[in-house]
């Protein structure tokens, strides 16, 4: 199978937070049809394959549910699954997992404390950006030992998009992430240099979720610590819903 297929996410949920004050994005209005009709035609899938696709999916479900040693675990389950484009087979799963993290005590760093946010306020949460302030120094400005994480600054940077009014200290998060992820992409090895690249063109939040998951599956599998099960499941559910569209778009 390509690792250049996936499948949609889940839209984003309406909860506690209102949006309206999120940035908005245009796209060409041939892009989806372009992305879909490019890609090799695939059939139905046959009885052993459906039988290893229904497993899978069971599997997966397993993850979003089962709990786990620490909160920050299923915080990075959940972004894999949602940039992976399967999301949308375990909408109450995640909700509920998320209804936990909200409530529970996350690691410290700034990758999984970007990531929790990001995921909560996505999803409606009323979740407060105060929780980055523990990652400025005494004169109020972002510490200079984040540069080295290139990682966590990308996910402040995925963060900080998802301000709303009065999010002062997301503001000032995303022109400090912007400014050192411009230097660190060209000195960056292969998958972050291109999600670095790939998040400065469009973020998650201006992305449209199939390009997100298209994009996503070859940089999953270039970090080398997927979850084998997951990412055969995101291929799998790609060629069933892309099949269904290009279907539709030939009527």
Not at 92 to 111: S, T
Not at 219 to 244: S, W
Request: glycine share 4%.
């Amino acid at each position: 199978m390509s690792s250049q297929v996936s499948a949609d996410l889940v839209p984003v949920q309406d909860n506690n937070m209102s949006k309206e004050n999120w940035h908005l994005a245009d796209f060409d209005p041939d892009m989806w049809g372009d992305i879909i009709l490019s890609s090799p035609a695939e059939t139905d899938m046959d009885a052993g394959t459906q039988l290893e696709y229904e497993e899978l999916k069971e599997e997966v479900r397993r993850m979003v549910v089962t709990n786990m040693d620490k909160p920050s675990q299923k915080v990075h389950v959940i972004d894999a699954v949602q940039r992976l484009g399967v999301a949308y087979h375990f909408e109450k799963e995640i909700e509920e997992a998320l209804q936990i993290i909200n409530h529970a005590q996350v690691d410290d760093d700034l990758y999984t404390t970007a990531v929790r946010f990001r995921l909560l306020r996505e999803h409606g949460f009323n979740v407060h950006c105060d929780t980055f302030n523990k990652f400025k120094d005494e004169n109020g400005k972002f510490k200079e030992s984040l540069i080295g994480d290139v990682k966590g600054i990308l996910e402040l940077y995925e963060a900080a998009n998802f301000q709303v009014h009065g999010d002062n200290i997301l503001e000032e998060a995303l022109s400090f992430t912007k400014f050192h992820l411009k230097l660190a992409e060209p000195k960056a090895d292969y998958p972050l240099s291109t999600q670095i690249v790939d998040a400065l063109n469009r973020p998650l939040l201006k992305s449209l979720p199939r390009v997100v998951a298209r994009t996503y599956i070859p940089i999953y599998e270039g970090y080398g610590t997927l979850d084998q099960n997951l990412l055969k499941f995101a291929k799998l559910d790609f060629r069933t819903v892309q099949h269904v569209h290009k279907e539709e778009i030939r009527r």
